[in-house]
């Protein structure tokens, strides 16, 4: 069974632009979860998505969108780039939902704004 | 708002010793604790995992515990190998559609 994908693996942007990241989970999860991982804070939620909807999400600012496709895949918007968004997002995907059971990371997007 | 601290950020320990790291959680209704092991450059991977109607777990050389009352639960690793450096962090969910909150992460080192 493959794996979580997520495309582009570097990005490279510079500030007031924005940004599209993608992630194709395993087939048959539902579930999809962003997070930003930086060296400083670790892993911070973004949010969930499941069959389409968006379940919760994190204490990040409304620069931060997502969406999830009928495939299950999803897609993470960040508009209005600034310096601290530079970082490496993750995407795991699972069955039920981040606590449900095990989610399976993707290998990231590595973000750098310049 | 939902919190877990998780201590210590970095820790050294002889291989073949054990290694402890400890984390607490404020809110008293989650019922999910996962642990992740991400080693260098890879995606973090689930090791163990335990819900709030259980208090300990065992998978080989690793355990977790759960104390509810006191809202903390810590991994054990026992004969710690080299293969075990990595950073693993700690995390609380309420419920299977709640968001989940990450401890920030234990940098453990084995030393030859």
């Known amino acids: 069974k493959a794996g979580v994908t997520q495309t582009p693996r570097y990005l490279i942007k510079t500030r007031g632009q924005q940004v599209t990241l993608s992630c194709s989970p395993i087939?048959?999860?539902?579930?999809v979860s962003w997070y930003q991982q930086t060296p400083g804070q670790g892993l911070q939620f973004l949010f969930e998505y499941f069959s389409e909807t968006q379940r919760n999400k994190g204490n990040f600012p409304g620069r931060f969108s997502g969406r999830q496709f009928s495939n299950s895949r999803s897609e993470m918007n960040v508009s209005t780039l600034e310096l601290g968004d530079s970082a490496l997002y993750l995407c795991a995907s699972s069955k039920t939902g981040t606590g449900g059971g095990e989610q399976f990371f993707g290998p990231g997007t590595r973000l750098t704004v310049l | 708002g939902e919190n877990v601290e998780q201590h210590p950020s970095t820790l050294s320990v002889q291989e073949g010793d054990s290694a402890v790291i400890k984390c607490t959680y404020s809110?008293?209704?989650?019922?999910?604790f996962p642990w992740y092991k991400q080693e260098l450059g890879k995606r973090p991977q689930l090791i163990i995992d335990?819900?709030?109607?259980?208090g300990e777990k065992k998978d080989q050389r690793i355990a977790v515990t759960l104390n509810k009352t006191a809202k903390h639960f810590s991994l054990h690793i026992t004969e710690t190998q080299p293969e075990d450096s990595a950073v693993y962090f700690c995390a609380a969910t309420l419920n299977r559609d709640d968001k989940i909150i990450f401890g920030k992460g234990t940098r453990l080192h084995i030393l030859p």
């Open positions: 335990i819900r709030s109607n259980v």
């Open positions: 087939s048959g999860h539902r579930s």
């Open positions: 809110d008293s209704a989650s019922n999910y």
